[in-house]
């Protein structure tokens, strides 16, 4: 009797192992299949953590990726999201080319049932991406505002330095910062121009500024690369006490605060974003929902020389 129940038990858990093989290896199987991630650039720091986060995130979940960058390209971004959908890609994470010209892509993808999580950018409709995770931009603009009339001892001229136009981030950012600088009459704003979110740029665009505007006190800027470039034709100029602000939490912007150059900036949580998409994409996979609304937000954090110590490609230690 005892040699018959120790049989059936060994049976039994034999049974129940081959089951719990044969799960996880179909789990594994269909996690074979490939996540996209497609971002604008590779170069610039803030677009390649969130490519690399989201592609550690997927990795180690057990997908296979592909990751692309479009370089701020439509067409190019076009031509990856149909190779995605010929791929028969499980899911997009894309940080996109364009609040309207990205609608399209993602409605293709969508009918051929590739479901679309989007980071960092928006489109200009709801209903076709499941997820849209944006930094609250309106938020960080708004405190990025304040400590930069608090640097100006809320009186001078200032610039702003504005993003591409296309993005609605740019636009967003400037109206957070109006929200406030518009308070103050006592600060005058001598130029805004566009700096197409490009440290070259912004370095011609503030040295041609500079000639007509030498007693400016301040820069306020959409994000950190332009903020490098403004602050690199200002010490160009013999002008290094300018004021300036970023928009963004990147180490070369960090690293400036240290020295004592850029006096601020406001951190996006773009790994986090990154990770957050990934990790709801699965959900979806599995399950048919993320359980989270379409529209996300994440607020935004002051840097400045109280805080930069603890900041490192793009998360703040706590």
Same mark, same amino acid.
């Given at each position: 009797?005892? !040699? ?7 049976l039994?858990?034999m ?10 290896e ?21 677009? #390649? ?8 995130e997927?990795k ?25 959908i010929a ?13 309207d010209?990205?609608?399209?892509? *993602?409605?293709?993808?969508?009918e ?14 709801t209903?076709?991406a ?7 931009? &309106?938020?960080?603009a ?18 702003e330095?504005?993003? !591409?136009?296309s ?9 957070? &910062? ?5 308070? &103050?009459p ?8 566009s700096a ?8 011609? #665009?503030?040295?041609?500024?500079l ?12 994000n ?9 034709a ?11 602000v970023?928009?963004?939490?990147s ?8 020295a004592g ?10 790994? &986090? ?7 709801q994409?699965? !959900? ?6 993320t ?9 935004c *954090?002051?840097?400045d ?8 490609n793009?998360?703040l230690?706590?």
């Amino acid at each position: 009797m005892k !040699k018959t129940a120790i049989i059936f038990l060994l049976l039994t858990f034999m049974t129940v192992g081959l089951w719990a093989s044969g799960d996880q290896e179909a789990k594994s199987e269909k996690k074979g299949n490939t996540i996209f991630i497609i971002t604008p650039s590779h170069d610039n720091p803030f677009f #390649k953590t969130e490519a690399v986060a989201a592609d550690d995130e997927a990795k180690k979940m057990g997908y296979a990726t592909t990751v692309l960058s479009h370089d701020d390209d439509a067409n190019l971004q076009d031509q990856q999201f149909d190779t995605a959908i010929a791929a028969g890609a499980l899911a997009i994470i894309v940080d996109n080319a364009g609040a309207d010209a990205t609608i399209g892509p *993602v409605r293709r993808a969508k009918e051929a049932g590739i479901p679309s999580f989007l980071i960092d950018r928006e489109i200009n409709e709801t209903g076709l991406a499941v997820s849209q995770i944006v930094s609250n931009n &309106y938020q960080g603009a708004v405190i990025g505002a304040e400590k930069f009339v608090e640097l100006m001892g809320e009186e001078g001229k200032f610039v702003e330095l504005v993003g !591409k136009e296309s993005d609605t981030n740019a636009g967003i950012r400037s109206k957070g &910062y109006h929200e406030i600088l518009d308070q &103050y009459p006592a600060l005058e704003m001598v130029a805004r121009q566009s700096a197409n979110w490009s440290q070259t740029e912004a370095y011609e #665009k503030m040295e041609s500024i500079l000639q007509a505007n030498p007693d400016i006190k301040g820069v306020i800027c959409g994000n950190d690369t332009m903020a490098m470039g403004a602050m690199a034709a200002l010490k160009a100029a013999g002008m290094g006490d300018v004021i300036v602000v970023g928009f963004d939490g990147s180490n070369d912007v960090r690293d400036s605060i240290l020295a004592g150059d850029i006096k601020a900036t406001v951190l996006q949580t773009c790994a &986090y974003n990154a990770r957050l998409a990934v990790q709801q994409a699965d !959900k979806y996979i599995e399950t048919g929902s993320t359980g989270a609304p379409e529209k996300q937000l994440t607020d935004c *954090v002051l840097i400045d020389s109280s805080n930069a110590k603890k900041l490192d490609n793009f998360v703040l230690e706590q």
